[in-house]
C-alpha cells in the first residue's frame, strides 16, 4: 500500500457535513466497519475505542462518485489498456473522486473487443483480492459499457462507422466477449431502428444486460417497442439524436416525457448549454438523470474527431458536479446524479450510490471550494500530499 493509503479494520469519521438522499445533515459521525458503513450519528456519543479517526471539520461528505460513460483518463484509452493501464485509470479517477466507473468501449474489431475485455476481467480480478487483503485507494471497475456497435450510421457521432453491424440472429452477439462472473455489469448504447434492433433488446434483456438507447434517429413507434422490450435509458441524452423540433419530436421529445426513461448528460456546458440542462432537469427532475464525463481528448479545448464532430468531454465527474451546484441545483439532486441515479441503472444501488448504513464506505469530502480533500474507498482512506493531509488520524 502506498504513503498515501489507510486502511484498517475500523475508522471513526467525525464532525462531517453529509449529503444524505433526501437531505443535508449539518454534522455527523460516521462508523465505518471491514469497508462498509456500520452506523451515522448526528450526536457526539458515536466512538470506537481500536479506530483510526480522522476529522473530517469543514468538509462536505459526498457519496463516491459513479461514472457509468468514459473512454479513458490520464492519458489511457481503454480500448488500448492493459489491466495495469485500467489501475492507472481507477487511481486517477479515486484522485477526482469517482469511485466506481465503466469502462467504456467503441465499435471495433472482435480482436480489440476481446484484449479490452480481458484487460477489464484482470483488473476485476486483482480488485477482488485487493478487497480481500488490505485495500486500495483505486475507483472500483465495475463492468463494461459497450457503446455500439448496433448503432445508426446516420447517427454515429465520434464512433467509426465501418464497425458498425446490424442484429439477425444470436451469433451477432457471440464476437462480443463479455467478462466471467455474475457480479460483472454489462450495459450496451444502442439504435433501436437497425435491422433487428427490437429482436436485440430482448436478447440483452433476457441475457440481463443494462440496454440503454443512443446514436439513434428512432421515431416515436420503435421508441415505445423498444422500452417495451427492455431499454430503461438514454446514453448522452441530445447528442447525437436529432434536435427536438416542434413537428417532429423524435428521441429527445420522446425522452423528455416518457417518466420510466431515465438518461445521462455530458454537463460540461458545451455538448449541451447550460439552460437546456435546466430544461432536462425540469421534465426529469433530479431522479432521473445521471452525469458522465466521456472523457477522450482535447483539442484547442474541445474534443473533437477527423469529421469535427465533438468527440467527448474535457472534463471530469467533479467538474460536471460543480456545473450543476452553479446552476442552482440542490446538493442532495446533484448527489442522485453523481451516485444514486448511475447505482441504481447499474443494478447496485443496494450496496453503492448513497451514504446510508450498510453500504460501502465511498465518500468523497469536498471543501467550501468544492475541491477534493478526502476519499474513501471501501475503507481505504486517502491522507497524502495533494491537499490530503490536513486530514492525518487524530487519534
Given at each position: 500500500m502506498s504513503h498515501d493509503q489507510k486502511a484498517a479494520d475500523t475508522v471513526l469519521l467525525r464532525a462531517a457535513r453529509i449529503i444524505g438522499v433526501d437531505r443535508v445533515?449539518?454534522?455527523?459521525?460516521?462508523?465505518?466497519?471491514?469497508?462498509?458503513?456500520?452506523?451515522?450519528?448526528?450526536?457526539?456519543?458515536?466512538?470506537?475505542?481500536?479506530?483510526?479517526?480522522?476529522?473530517?471539520?469543514?468538509?462536505?461528505?459526498?457519496?463516491?462518485?459513479?461514472?457509468?460513460?468514459?473512454?479513458?483518463?490520464?492519458?489511457?484509452?481503454?480500448?488500448?489498456?492493459?489491466?495495469?493501464?485500467?489501475?492507472?485509470?481507477?487511481?486517477?479517477?479515486?484522485?477526482?473522486?469517482?469511485?466506481?466507473?465503466?469502462?467504456?468501449?467503441?465499435?471495433?474489431?472482435?480482436?480489440?473487443?476481446?484484449?479490452a475485455i480481458s484487460a477489464i476481467e484482470e483488473v476485476m480480478l486483482?480488485?477482488?483480492?485487493?478487497?480481500?487483503?488490505?485495500?486500495?485507494?483505486?475507483?472500483?471497475?465495475?463492468?463494461?459499457?459497450?457503446?455500439?456497435?448496433?448503432?445508426n450510421a446516420d447517427q454515429c457521432g465520434a464512433l467509426h462507422r465501418e464497425h458498425f453491424r446490424v442484429f439477425g440472429s444470436i451469433r451477432d452477439l457471440e464476437t462480443l466477449p463479455t467478462i466471467t462472473g455474475n457480479s460483472a455489469v454489462h450495459l450496451m448504447t444502442l439504435a433501436p431502428e437497425i435491422a433487428g434492433g427490437i429482436e436485440l433488446i430482448r436478447e440483452l434483456d433476457r441475457r440481463g444486460w443494462i440496454i440503454s438507447i443512443g446514436h439513434t434517429r428512432a421515431d416515436l413507434d420503435v421508441l415505445d417497442r423498444a422500452l417495451q422490450a427492455g431499454a430503461q435509458h438514454m446514453t448522452h441524452f441530445m447528442n447525437a439524436m436529432p434536435a427536438l423540433h416542434h413537428r417532429s419530436p423524435g428521441p429527445v421529445g420522446w425522452g423528455l416525457l416518457n417518466d420510466a426513461i431515465t438518461c445521462d448528460v455530458i454537463a460540461d456546458g458545451i455538448h449541451i448549454d447550460p439552460m437546456i440542462l435546466k430544461l432536462i432537469l425540469g421534465f426529469k427532475r433530479g431522479d432521473r438523470v445521471a452525469l458522465i464525463s466521456e472523457t477522450i481528448r482535447v483539442e484547442s479545448?474541445?474534443?473533437?474527431?477527423?469529421?469535427?464532430?465533438?468527440?467527448?468531454?474535457?472534463?471530469?465527474?467533479?467538474?460536471?458536479?460543480?456545473?450543476?451546484?452553479?446552476?442552482?441545483?440542490?446538493?442532495?439532486?446533484?448527489?442522485?446524479?453523481?451516485?444514486?441515479?448511475?447505482?441504481?441503472?447499474?443494478?447496485?444501488?443496494?450496496?453503492?450510490?448513497?451514504?446510508?448504513?450498510?453500504?460501502?464506505a465511498d465518500f468523497v469530502g469536498l471543501d467550501a471550494e468544492n475541491n477534493v480533500r478526502f476519499v474513501m474507498i471501501g475503507g481505504c482512506v486517502s491522507v497524502g500530499d495533494g491537499g490530503f493531509q490536513a486530514f492525518q488520524e487524530s487519534g
Open positions: 445533515i449539518e454534522s455527523a459521525n460516521a462508523l465505518i466497519e471491514k469497508g462498509r458503513i456500520s452506523r451515522i450519528s448526528e450526536t457526539d456519543s458515536l466512538s470506537a475505542p481500536d479506530a483510526a479517526v480522522f476529522d473530517l471539520s469543514g468538509l462536505t461528505l459526498w457519496p463516491g462518485f459513479i461514472d457509468i460513460h468514459i473512454h479513458g483518463a490520464a492519458g489511457i484509452d481503454t480500448m488500448q489498456a492493459s489491466a495495469e493501464d485500467l489501475a492507472r485509470v481507477s487511481h486517477f479517477l479515486a484522485r477526482h473522486g469517482v469511485t466506481s466507473w465503466l469502462p467504456t468501449l467503441v465499435p471495433s474489431s472482435p480482436a480489440q473487443y476481446q484484449s486483482e480488485q477482488q483480492k485487493e478487497t480481500e487483503q488490505a485495500g486500495s485507494l483505486r475507483s472500483r471497475v465495475l463492468g463494461v459499457h459497450y457503446e455500439g456497435p448496433f448503432v479545448g474541445r474534443t473533437r474527431n477527423a469529421r469535427g464532430n465533438i468527440a467527448g468531454s474535457v472534463i471530469t465527474m467533479l467538474d460536471a458536479v460543480r456545473l450543476m451546484l452553479s446552476l442552482g441545483v440542490s446538493q442532495p439532486d446533484v448527489a442522485r446524479m453523481a451516485s444514486l441515479n448511475p447505482a441504481r441503472l447499474l443494478g447496485v444501488d443496494g450496496e453503492r450510490g448513497s451514504i446510508e448504513e450498510g453500504k460501502y
